[in-house]
């Protein structure tokens, strides 16, 4: 008698329990739970019940329209914010799962903002630059690494920045302690304005064909003589 109002989208007003045709055959429950009086606002979304809000009393009680009203929109208030802490979950979840994929990839991974602010780099990227996350989050790029700003790599930032573009470049550094690595670096575009990008240690390979134009070199100078 109360299911089928309520999934057509209808409240269901009982004011009291002891005397509604609906509840009568259910007393003993009611006096149990010291419900006297009932009011129950139906959720109805895509055609579905989705969820109820139920009001009760323990003395009868009349339910008027303004008690109806209020009831529906706390209702909707409520479905509204519980659907907002949902969205909000799942977005909390979407982003740590990102950021798991992101910290267990083998390249260091950042992003930069339009005002070349560094907004995340990945646990990689952080040791391929010797830093840790205060080091760089939330510091323009700049100014953490001067060194790139005449460099390939940072001219193809800007560029990437400017145009709107993906781009690529090869640079190497040299660490105070003396150490010298090769790093590609590759950077798209995001529709916010920002820039992403991919980065690693290619130090090995380039090594590997510096060690080939040597020999090459030594075979030329061989012939030579």
């Not at 139906?42 to 019940?49: A, G, I």
């Not at 780099?121 to 989050?137: F, K, Q, S, W, Y």
């Not at 690529?168 to 575009?189: C, K, L, M, N």
Request: glycine letters at 4%; aromatic letters at 8%; one cysteine or more.
């Amino acid at each position: 008698a109360v299911r089928g109002p309520l999934r057509a989208g209808a409240v269901v007003r009982i004011h009291d329990t002891a005397r509604d045709v609906r509840t009568m055959g259910y007393r003993s429950a009611y006096i149990a739970d010291q419900i006297g009086s009932l009011l129950v606002v139906p959720l109805v979304k895509s055609n579905r019940l989705t969820a109820c809000l139920g009001i009760d009393s323990p003395q009868a009680r009349h339910w008027s329209d303004d008690d109806l009203q209020l009831a529906r929109d706390v209702a909707e208030r409520t479905w509204a914010a519980t659907e907002t802490a949902r969205a909000q979950a799942e977005l909390r979840a979407e982003r740590d799962r990102s950021r798991h994929i992101f910290d267990t990839i083998a390249e260091g991974f950042a992003v930069f903002d339009a005002d070349w602010n560094i907004v995340e780099m990945n646990a990689e990227g952080l040791r391929l630059c010797r830093a840790t996350a205060p080091d760089v989050i939330g510091r323009n790029h700049w100014e953490v690494f001067p060194h790139t700003v005449d460099m390939d790599a940072g001219r193809m930032y800007r560029e990437v920045m400017r145009t709107r573009v993906a781009s690529a470049a090869i640079y190497s550094h040299t660490f105070p302690d003396g150490q010298r690595i090769w790093t590609e670096v590759r950077a798209y575009p995001m529709q916010d304005g920002s820039i992403a990008s991919f980065f690693r240690d290619i130090t090995d390979r380039k090594l590997a064909e510096e060690k080939l134009v040597e020999a090459d070199r030594r075979k030329d100078e061989f012939l030579a003589m």
